[in-house]
């Protein structure tokens, strides 16, 4: 005895690697019980109808597979368990009740096989306590693993003031305007909510380590600090969520959901910045790009332009751009925004083209003038058309002179210069076009290093620079 108990106490305390590979079992094997069990009780309540007697003889096999299936999730639960990281109170109830619907399930086993005698209140107060001790076990398992809020967090008042929970938080509203959102509450805290707190909360604090507010967040784990206000490089947050997803290091573990590219942006600009606990986009120093990323987390850079109700365009002036050489498409059935395509054409633009397009000016998102002959001149009438998402440029005579004009084009996602003289003049105009999404820049004067930059700031930026498919 004397020889075993410090073995017994070392496996505890240091347990081997293969005792918790075993255990990450437990949440596979968890719901053989859970569906046996639940069988079983529905069956003992059935037999009680004529034409459900003939399921009798089997009702006990049942509960037996229940036990059975009950002692392998009571034994991988407890070698998981030995990992840590749970609440002591909740593991100790959840262990034990989980020993508690073995022990019932088993007499539940010999009980019905041997048919014993016993008053009816006998019988079903088994039935019944293994049914509770299931529900009551695995609400304290969904508890471990989500936190001890998970199951009430979203039942009303009444029943979360009888589970002795306080009321119900009134939500944030959604953020509709990008100057009305809080850098932390907002951007931060919704991140960590939705990928780091089911395993850094109040019911398990993986690390010792509770990511549900600010002040948790700042104070760290039993390994130090993870965050280093101004320092991304030192904070250890910011490391496990760019390590390979294949490194035992990674954040969040176990299969969960990573953080994606703009989340792990917003966090690195948010720890550079100072960790601040609080404060509006608009009173604090950022940068364009940092708006424009915060605005996609948020769906604020969804194009609120096609939402709008618009007059539809005087068919006379249609057909005078169709006879100058324009294409006109509608674009929506249940709208009126235009495209208009003057690439087919086989003549040059002229000044009255540009006026003719005047016409249409709210109703015109597409403007395809690619091959025309376009000078700078003409572009600057163009940039006036403020409602524009897509301009197709390639091929025309434009350069540096008329490309700060575009900085006007606020609703702009899609701007192609290919095979035209701008040069590395387009640094200063992209980041003004804050919902660029796409930009071809193949065969025009930018040169390498300016691609570079603009890949480097503007991440979500699509930059065509090579040959594409069916353009010589």
């Known amino acids: 005895m004397d020889i075993y108990l410090p073995l017994f106490t070392m496996f505890l305390d240091d347990p081997p690697d293969f005792i918790i590979f075993l255990g990450r079992f437990h949440p596979l094997v968890v719901h053989l019980p859970i569906g046996f069990l639940m069988l079983a009780v529905i069956g003992q309540f059935a037999i009680r109808w004529p034409k459900f007697h003939p399921l009798k003889p089997f009702i006990h096999y049942v ?10 999730t009571v034994i991988f639960g407890y070698f998981l368990s030995l990992s840590g990281n749970y609440d002591d109170d909740l593991l100790f109830w959840h262990k034990w009740s989980g020993v508690g619907v073995f022990l019932i399930s088993l007499g539940c086993y010999f009980f019905f096989k041997k048919q014993v005698k016993a008053p009816a209140f006998i019988t079903w107060s088994l039935v019944i306590m293994a049914g509770a001790t299931l529900g009551y076990t695995g609400h304290l398992g969904g508890n471990l693993t989500h936190g001890s809020t998970y199951l009430l967090e979203y039942a009303p008042n009444s ?9 119900k938080m009134i939500p944030r509203k959604k953020v509709t305007e990008i100057d009305s959102a ?13 990928k780091c707190v089911s395993c850094h909360n109040t019911g398990k604090k993986k690390g010792d380590l509770l990511l549900t507010d600010y002040s948790n967040m700042m104070k760290g784990g039993e ?21 390979a997803e294949t490194h035992d290091d990674f954040m969040p573990s176990e299969g969960k959901r990573p953080l994606s590219e ?18 509006y986009l608009n009173t604090l120093e ?18 609120s332009l096609l939402s709008q109700r618009i007059e539809p365009a005087k068919e006379s002036i249609k057909d005078s751009l169709r006879g100058s050489g324009f294409v006109i498409n509608r674009l929506m059935i249940d709208n009126y925004f235009l495209e208009a395509n003057f690439g087919l054409s086989e003549r040059d633009i002229t000044d009255g083209d540009i ?57 702009l996602e899609s701007l192609n210069l290919y095979n ?20 071809y820049l193949w065969k025009t004067k930018v040169n390498d290093s300016v691609i570079g930059k603009l890949q480097a700031t503007h991440k979500n930026l699509r930059i065509v620079n090579e040959r594409l498919e069916g353009i010589e």
């Open 159 to 167: 029943i979360r003031d009888m589970a002795g929970m306080p009321p």
């Open 262 to 279: 703009q989340e792990v942006e917003l966090l690195e600009w948010w720890i550079s910045y100072g960790c601040p606990p609080e404060g």
């Open 286 to 303: 950022v940068k364009d790009e940092i708006v424009a990323k915060v605005s996609s987390y948020l769906g604020l850079d969804k194009n």
């Open 355 to 411: 006026q003719l397009l005047t016409g249409i000016k709210d109703q015109l998102i597409w403007l395809d003038v690619s091959n025309s002959n376009l000078k700078d001149v003409q572009l600057e009438q163009i940039a006036e058309f403020q409602n524009l998402i897509k301009l197709n440029l390639s091929g025309t005579k434009i350069t540096d002179h008329s490309l700060q004009h575009l900085s006007k084009l606020t609703q």
């Open 63 to 72: 509960w037996g597979l229940g036990a059975l299936s009950a002692a392998f």
């Open 223 to 243: 390994n130090g600090v993870i965050l280093v206000p101004g320092d991304v490089e030192a904070s250890e947050l910011y490391r496990r969520i760019t390590l």
């Open 420 to 439: 035209t003289e701008v040069s590395n003049t387009i640094l200063e105009v992209i980041p003004k076009l804050t919902r660029l999404k796409s930009i």
């Open 182 to 194: 809080d850098v932390f509450l907002d951007v931060v805290l919704p991140i960590m909510t939705n």
